[in-house]
């Protein structure tokens, strides 16, 4: 039984390292984290460097054996590759959907274009931004949904 044991505590240790070397870049005024959930929460100031997404803000969870991260208040998301940024009330990064989700106060910039709705959606493996309510594209309103593809810079 201690051989087992003994061994379980080895695969285990040689595990961690690997498991904390994706860990995201995190700093906020304040923060706690449990490590039996995986999950820091972090308020005042918050910024969380996912390597190609960058997400700030008032507050977060980040859920770090789902990945996912949820963050509310002043969000502002940018995608590194594609130059896309989001302004906005609230954003869901769902790690396993490569999605993000975006609500309240919705702006979407890249280059001179510039999206408003009440919500949106970016799949960063096709590369499309979709764009629900209201949305308006430079400043004109559109009727229903809006798709974008950021790679062509194209509507879908």
Known sequence: MKKIIAFLFIMLFMLVPSALASEPAISSD??????????????????VDLGDRVIDGDTAKVYLYQLKVTA??????TDKPTGIHFDCDKVDVIGNEKTAYVSGSMI???????ITADSGSFNWKTKNAVFSGNVAVNGTPQQGDVTYNVRDKKFI
């Open 72 to 77: 509310e208040g002043n969000i502002s998301l």
């Open 108 to 114: 979407f910039t890249q280059d001179d274009l510039r």
């Open 30 to 47: 304040s923060q706690t984290f449990n490590p039996f959930t995986g999950v820091y929460d972090l308020k005042g100031n918050v910024h």
